[in-house]
C-alpha cells in the first residue's frame, strides 16, 4: 500500500477526496465549525510543499443529485483561503467541467470542486421521493448506475493520484470514496494524513495490548452499539453503559424504571450481553444511580433515585453523583479508554453533568498517559464543549464509520485503497 509520506508530488496533479461537509449557518451560509476544514489540511499542504497541486472534491448535506444552491461549496472558499494562506484557490461550479481549470492548473495552486452530489452518480442512486413505485425506482437506479463509470472515469481524469481522506463517508461506496480508487495503480493511490490517524487510532484501541481497556457506550437505544459491544467484548477489561440504553439493562435485570427510555423487545440481548461480558471475564459497570426528570424537557423538574428504583412518573436523563464517581474512577485507571455515546441528556444543561464529569475524566486519562479515543457526534460534541479535544489522544470524525470500522465491517473507502 502507498503511504503518502513517502509520496512525493511534485509535478503531479492529485484528486483528495476531502470531507468539507461543515456546518453552515442558515442565515448567511457561514462555515459554524471548520474542524472538518482543519482536519484536510495536513494532507493539502504535503501535496503543495512537494510542488504538487491539489484537486478537492467533496460533498456538502444531501442535495440528493440535485443541484441546490443552498449545499454549494462555494460558502466554505473563504473559511479554506483563510486557512490555505497563499494559496491561489480557483472554484468550479460543476464537478464534472473541470476540464480547463486542471490544464490550467500550476504546482502550489488547488481547484475546489463544486459538490459531487448535485449529481446522482455520486452515491449511485437516483434523486427520487420515497414513495417512487418498486418498479420505476429500479429502471431509475439501473439508469444511474450506468452513467456511473463516465462519472467516476472524468473525476479520475483530472489527476495523476488520488487520494482518499474522508473518513466521514469512508463506509459508503461512493463514486468518489471507493469506484475512483480503480482507475489508479496502487503506486497511485493512498489515504490521506486524517485517513491514516483515524485507522492508527481505531486499531491501537482494538490491537493494543495494553490494560486495562475501558469502552464506554452511551447514547439513546442499545440496538445501536449491540454489534461493537460484541467485538469489544473479548478485548477489553471495563464496560461501561451510560445513557439511554441504561434502562433498557436495568428493566432486564428487574429494575423499575418509570418512564425511562426502554427497548422493550431488546431485554433479552441486553440479558445476553451481560452474559456474554461475564464469559470474558469484563467488568460492566451499569449505572446505579440517576438524575431524574418528570417531563422530557430543558426545564423539567429534577430528583435523583437509584436506577432500578425511578419513581413512577419520572424518567432517568442523566447519571447520579455515586455513578459518575465510580464511572471516574474505572476511567482514570484505565490505560485505553473508547468512548461512544453521551451519558445523559447532554443537550439539556441539566442532564449534562454526567457526559462532562466523564468528558473530563477522559481528560485527566489522558494526561496520566492513557490512549483515549471519542468518536460518534456526541460525545464530540460534549468534548468540544467542554474545551477537551487537545486534551485526548484522538477526536474521530467519522461517527458511523468508526463504529462501522469497530464493528469489524469493511469500509468500501477503506477496502479500496487497504490492501
Ligand atoms: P446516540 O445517537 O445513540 O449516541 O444517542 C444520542 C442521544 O441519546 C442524545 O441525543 C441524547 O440526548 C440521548 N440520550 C442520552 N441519554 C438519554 C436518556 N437517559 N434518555 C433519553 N435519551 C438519552
Not at 39 to 61: C, Q, V, Y
Request: glycine fraction near 8%.
Amino acid at each position: 500500500m502507498q503511504l503518502i509520506d513517502n509520496y512525493n508530488f511534485a509535478g503531479k496533479k492529485a484528486i483528495v477526496r476531502v470531507d468539507f461537509n461543515v456546518p453552515l449557518h442558515k442565515e448567511t451560509m457561514e462555515v459554524t465549525d471548520s474542524t472538518r476544514i482543519k482536519g484536510a489540511l495536513p494532507t493539502i499542504n504535503k501535496i503543495l510543499k512537494d510542488g504538487g497541486s491539489a484537486i478537492l472534491m467533496s460533498h456538502l448535506g444531501r442535495p440528493d443529485g440535485k443541484v441546490n444552491p443552498k449545499y454549494s461549496l462555494k460558502f466554505i472558499l473563504s473559511k479554506l483561503s483563510e486557512n490555505l494562506p497563499g494559496v491561489e484557490i480557483k472554484f468550479v461550479e460543476d464537478c464534472m467541467k473541470a476540464d480547463q481549470a486542471v490544464a490550467e492548473l500550476k504546482p502550489g495552486q488547488v481547484i475546489l470542486l463544486e459538490n459531487l452530489r448535485f449529481y446522482e452518480e455520486e452515491e449511485g442512486k437516483p434523486a427520487l421521493p420515497k414513495e417512487t413505485p418498486e418498479d420505476v425506482l429500479k429502471a431509475a437506479k439501473a439508469e444511474v448506475k450506468a452513467k456511473q463509470p463516465a462519472f467516476v472515469a472524468k473525476l479520475a481524469s483530472y489527476a495523476d493520484v488520488y487520494v482518499n481522506d474522508a473518513f466521514g463517508t469512508a463506509h459508503r461506496a461512493h463514486s468518489s470514496t471507493a469506484l475512483i480508487a480503480d482507475k489508479f495503480t496502487d503506486a497511485n493511490k493512498m489515504f490521506g494524513f486524517l485517513i491514516n490517524g483515524e485507522l492508527k487510532s481505531m486499531d491501537t484501541v482494538l490491537q493494543s495490548a495494553d490494560k486495562p481497556k475501558t469502552a464506554i457506550m452511551g447514547g439513546a437505544k442499545v440496538s445501536d452499539k449491540i454489534q461493537i459491544i460484541s467485538r469489544l467484548l473479548p478485548t477489553i477489561d471495563n464496560l461501561i453503559i451510560g445513557g439511554g440504553m441504561t434502562y433498557t439493562f436495568i428493566k432486564a435485570q428487574g429494575g423499575e424504571i418509570g418512564n425511562s427510555l426502554c427497548e422493550t423487545d431488546k431485554l433479552d440481548l441486553a440479558l445476553d450481553i451481560l452474559k456474554k461480558a461475564k464469559e470474558h471475564n469484563v467488568n460492566v459497570y451499569i449505572p446505579t444511580d440517576a438524575v431524574n426528570a418528570d417531563k422530557f424537557d430543558a426545564n423539567a423538574a429534577t430528583n435523583t433515585s437509584k436506577t432500578d428504583a425511578t419513581p413512577n412518573g419520572w424518567m432517568g436523563l442523566d447519571i447520579g453523583p455515586e455513578t459518575i464517581a465510580k464511572f471516574t474512577e474505572v476511567i482514570k485507571n484505565s490505560k485505553i479508554v473508547l468512548w461512544n455515546g453521551p451519558m445523559g441528556v447532554f443537550e439539556f444543561d441539566k442532564f449534562a453533568t454526567g457526559t462532562t464529569a466523564v468528558a473530563k475524566a477522559l481528560a485527566e486519562a489522558t494526561a496520566n498517559g492513557a490512549f483515549t479515543l471519542i468518536g460518534g457526534g456526541d460525545s464530540v460534541a460534549a468534548i468540544n464543549k467542554n474545551k477537551l479535544a487537545d486534551k485526548v489522544s484522538y477526536v474521530s470524525t467519522g461517527g458511523g464509520a468508526m463504529l462501522e470500522y469497530m464493528e469489524g465491517k469493511e469500509l468500501p473507502g477503506i477496502k479500496a485503497i487497504r490492501k
